[in-house]
């Protein structure tokens, strides 16, 4: 047993360090505009009677997702409840009558795949009553660390609990019936079960911290919970506790011999508790939303008899000496772990493909990166097994050389034989857990054709930026689009950003995109995305302005859609004095 918990040991110092460091998660939903414009300078007396987000995709709208406060940072009082307006991509909240000053919209709402999204931006109404400085105080980001690095140990430890009792009981049940009664097992399964239940309820208050972007203490505030019971995400892990307590069952007798209704209503049970993550996750946002969500049910199903029966075997080959059963069992599972693997991988491919956007955003984006990484780990994964089928293969031949009777049931490996098949099932369990600690920190991660519409440089990006300011042509030469772009006056405060959009041709045309946005982003201090309110001044010209807080060095990122599919995304950086 000691073997095994420095095997386990292992295992989880390398899952939690995976997952650590990939946290925090980034947003998956872009504000795409808003009623006031972000800028909007409004003529005194007349301020909006009400506030309107849009976004690029339906966002869940928890209770407290619109801030509005004045110039001194006060929020301000009578804001309506944000409820979703003509689409499931509009938020909508009525606002009270304002005096004359300089407002900041802070919002927060929650993206379909349960992911948090915030940002903030300005609008005055007559003169302004603040300066840059305590605007810029006042738009920074609400971040923790913590929280979301203790969220993604608790998505993980829920994922492997829920792969280990599916795929455990599966194992014991197809390959192994005499397991049920070893101490080893029995404390494994019970203990799976038990971890998915403690973080079923626990993630339901870690998203709640999470989401919130107010720390552990909105674990426990009613209304923050009550808004991530209304989200698919805690729709999908409450569902998860009564599906373990039906999972009892079965867990209280597995290798116990069962009619088909009754294996039926488990198989259910077991894709039941799979599905809980298929609906709380990336599956149900982004493109192909059906066939994705049926390929990442079959993906998990397949993960979880492959990763469960491995475990418990690797289990038993640690337990004291060679426990009777262990040839026939490994015969057994060889002849179905090879083929569930390849379902994994060629339904995990898919889903690659539906998140990213060419081989470029995997090698420019942290999801991409994290997603050939775990490509990696997979063929080393297929190496270990391969040393474990080899010694299945030869003990399958063996058995149909040897004549039936007691001595062929109750003969053991020889000593080389075990010793392979021990060291190549261990490795093949560290690596394998190191695969699903990359996975639930993909799961925490912004999908790779999200960032990198939203990262991305263009590939014709203009090099560096003037002093102060900025007037150059950015080109996206995929979509054929060019950009003449001038930042001016390049200093704090109030800047007028005008864009002209032409083909990308020898002699360039007027172009007229379907939908076109800026926004401005200081990195080093954290302050944006601020939107620029752009308007049309003729065929393919546009102008506005933006109030930009603080000297450094600014981003500039332009979108603009060229046809339903097809988006041109351009950026550069500038100095503002």
């Known amino acids: 047993m000691r073997a095994a918990a420095r095997l386990a040991a292992t295992v989880a110092v390398a899952s939690l360090a995976v997952v650590a460091a990939a946290a925090p998660a980034a947003a998956h939903a872009d504000l795409t505009g808003s009623e006031p414009a972000a800028g909007a300078e409004l003529p005194a007396g007349e301020p909006p009677a009400s506030l309107v987000l849009r976004f690029t995709e339906p966002v869940q709208i928890p209770s407290d997702a619109l801030r509005l406060l004045d110039g001194e940072g006060r929020e301000v009082g009578g804001v309506g409840a944000p409820e979703a307006g003509t689409s499931g991509a509009e938020v909508v909240a009525t606002l009270p009558a304002l005096p004359d000053g300089s407002y900041v919209v802070d919002w927060r709402v929650v993206s379909t795949d349960s992911h948090p999204v915030s940002g903030a931006f300005t609008f005055t109404v007559g003169e302004p009553t603040a300066d840059a400085e305590a605007l810029a105080g006042l738009l920074a980001p609400q971040e923790n660390r913590g929280v979301a690095v203790g969220f993604g140990v608790t998505r993980a430890l829920a994922f492997a609990s829920v792969l280990v009792l599916v795929g455990g009981v599966l194992f014991v049940r197809a390959c192994w019936p005499a397991a049920a009664g070893r101490p080893p097992v029995l404390v494994l399964l019970w203990a799976s079960w038990a971890v998915a239940l403690v973080t079923a309820v626990v993630g339901i208050g870690m998203q709640a911290a999470y989401t919130s972007g107010r720390g552990l203490s909105a674990a426990w505030d009613p209304e923050v919970l009550r808004d991530v019971l209304s989200t698919n995400f805690g729709r999908a892990w409450l569902a998860r506790v009564p599906v373990l307590l039906f999972a009892l069952g079965a867990l209280r007798a597995p290798a116990r011999r069962r009619t088909p209704f009754v294996h039926a209503v488990d198989s259910l049970v077991a ?19 059906t066939l994705a969500t049926v390929t990442d049910l079959v993906h998990l199903a397949a993960v979880a008899t492959w990763f469960g029966g491995l ?7 640690f337990d004291r000496g060679r426990p009777r059963g262990a040839r026939a069992a490994t015969v057994r599972f060889s002849s179905y772990a090879g083929p569930v693997i390849g379902v994994a991988v060629a339904t995990g491919t898919l889903q690659t493909l539906r998140q990213s956007d060419g081989l470029d955003s995997l090698v420019d984006t942290t999801y991409g990166r994290l997603v050939l990484a775990k490509a990696g780990l997979v063929v080393f994964v297929v190496a ?3 040393v474990s089928r080899h010694v299945a293969g030869r003990w399958r031949a063996a058995a149909r050389l040897r004549p039936a009777g007691p001595g062929a049931a109750t003969a053991d490996a020889d000593a080389e034989d075990w010793r392979d098949l021990r060291s190549a099932v261990a490795v093949e369990v560290v690596i394998a857990a190191v695969v699903l600690a990359v996975t639930a920190a993909l799961v925490n991660t912004q999908p790779a054709r999200v960032a990198a519409g939203a990262d991305a440089p263009a ?14 042509e950015l080109t996206d030469p995929d979509e054929g689009l060019r950009f003449a772009v001038r930042v001016s006056p390049g200093l704090t405060g109030r800047n007028t950003v005008t864009i002209a959009v032409t083909t990308d041709a020898a002699e360039p045309e007027p172009f007229e995109p379907l939908e076109i946005s800026a926004g401005l982003v200081q990195p080093e201090q954290g302050i944006g995305p601020i939107a620029v309110a752009l308007s049309a001044d003729g065929e ?7 109030d930009l807080p603080v000297a450094g060095v600014w981003e500039l990122e332009i979108r603009a859609l060229r046809t339903d599919i097809d988006q041109a995304v351009v950026s550069t950086t500038f100095e503002v004095g």
């Not at 475990?311 to 080959?317: A, P, S």
């Not at 393919?540 to 933006?546: I, K, L, M, P, V």
């Open 271 to 289: 894709l039941a508790l799979v599905a809980t993550f298929t609906f709380g996750g990336h599956a149900r946002a982004g493109r192909w939303v």
């Open 311 to 317: 475990v418990v075997l690797c289990t038993l080959l």
């Open 384 to 386: 270990a097994a391969s």
């Open 459 to 472: 590939a014709g990006e203009v090099g560096p930026a003037p002093v102060a300011g900025f007037s150059g």
């Open 540 to 546: 393919g010209s546009y102008s506005g302005t933006a």
